[in-house]
């Protein structure tokens, strides 16, 4: 604790000042999922709304999916893309009365300029936890007890068979293999694999670890339960976590456990890290390997980071304000780091194989223009409303010097080089026809 202490305050005297970003500007959205189609194109829907951003997440067009919500309220809901153009919205609705769930499904194949509803043939049993998934030839939607499939046009749909014994906990896709995560009583798990389709599957490995030992009937043997799980597939590189519940002598405490699942000669072998432990009531819900050696995690309003390949973890960043909702979601675009939130708001890593700098303080609105980190002593990112198409930056010294300038055009992002700038402090203008704005940079 002491250890992690030390790291932590030291991360924080290092860590260079940042900005916040928030792509979604209606802050009481609660934003169920959030899809990057490229660096520029970004998606999220929300209850009865599509939001589509073409310029980075900074500004967003909020369209209404047409829901009937009068009578039904939104249980969960995932978004998915195959290309920029094909893509795919399930929603899951409980009725108000007789709890019973139904699922609508929304197409658009003009990269979200419109969505229309899809009449499917599925009669699948769909629960709270049914996600969808897209590949290049197909839809899948998985849930607790079935896993179904669709071509592209997502109106048939058929039942993968012959599924591994176990609940369905979690679903991916990773080039042309299907991956599943089965769980038995919350104690046992096993992962397994398809290579066609999900025909056949084959096991690699199984996860005994929180069963109760046979002969252990005494009252006070220690019981663990997973309350939560999430894999990732990194080539031949498999990362999985489960949150540890375990009730103790009528307290509880939780701690999340991760593995690591490499695949080489022929076989899968597992390694189990360091185990991370974060606050009591947050779970790790993502975790994101970038590299063999980095990765981060998120848990309620912190982020963590390892780069020793899991065997040690720090609290890189602690402080998210809870009204501005709890991590939901990590992704990696161009080497920035995003860390959305499920009310769509986006922490930025803007160089994700480095230490991170997290983009906090200030929320900002969509006129705002953003330079950070500042002070700078190396690289500036400037990040302006909107894209300009002809503009330029000159930036003077206290005396009235020009000591940079350069034009632009058809952009809204650049970066500038301040590792040769003497200490002090620094005016920047950025004239266009359309735009002008004056600021300050410090150069420690």
Known sequence: ?????????????????????????????????????????????????????????????????????????VVSQSICFSGADNGYVLTILQDMVTYERSFVLYRTTDTGSSWTEVITDLQMKIDYKAKLLVSDQRIYICSLEAIAYSDTEGA??????????GSVQDFKISGDDLYLLCGENSQEFSLFISANDGRDWQLIHHFDDYKPEDNSDSFFSQMYYVIE??????????????????PSCGLAYQHTDIYHLEYGLHAWTAEKLQ?????????????????????????????????????????????????????????????????????????????????????TGRMHNETDM??????????????????????????????????????????????????????????????????NHSGSIIIP
């Open 1 to 73: 604790m002491k250890t992690s202490i030390v790291l932590f305050a030291t991360l924080i005297f290092c860590q260079l000042r940042a900005e916040w970003k928030m792509p979604l500007q209606d802050n009481s959205l609660q934003a169920s999922s959030s899809f990057i189609v490229n660096q520029n194109l970004r998606f999220a829907v929300g209850r009865n709304y599509i939001y589509k951003s073409v310029n980075q997440g900074k500004t967003w067009r909020k369209d209404s999916l047409g829901l009937d919500i009068t009578s039904k309220y």
């Open 156 to 165: 048939h749909w058929q039942e993968l068979t012959d599924l591994p014994e």
């Open 229 to 246: 799980s999430d894999f990732q597939v990194r080539g031949n590189h498999i990362y999985i976590v489960f949150n540890i519940f375990v």
């Open 275 to 359: 185990k991370l432990e974060t606050k009591s009531w947050e779970p790790v819900n993502r975790i994101l390997f970038i590299s063999d050696d980095t990765a981060y995690a998120s848990s309620g309003n912190s982020l963590f980071k390892t780069v020793d390949g899991g065997k040690t973890w720090f609290r890189t960043f602690d402080g998210l304000p809870y009204e501005n909702g709890t991590f939901a979601n990590l992704v990696m675009v161009n080497g920035r780091l995003m860390a959305y939130t499920e009310k769509g708001i986006a922490v930025v890593n803007e160089d994700g194989n480095k230490d991170i700098n997290l983009h």
């Open 370 to 435: 953003l330079v950070f980190p500042n002070p700078s002593n190396r690289l500036c990112n400037f990040i302006l409303p909107s894209t300009l198409e002809e503009f330029t930056l000159t930036i003077t010294n206290a005396i009235g010097q020009t000591v940079f300038e350069n034009r632009y055009s058809a952009t809204s992002e650049f970066v500038v080089n301040t590792s040769d700038f003497a200490q002090g402090n620094y005016v920047y203008t950025i004239r266009s026809a359309a735009y």
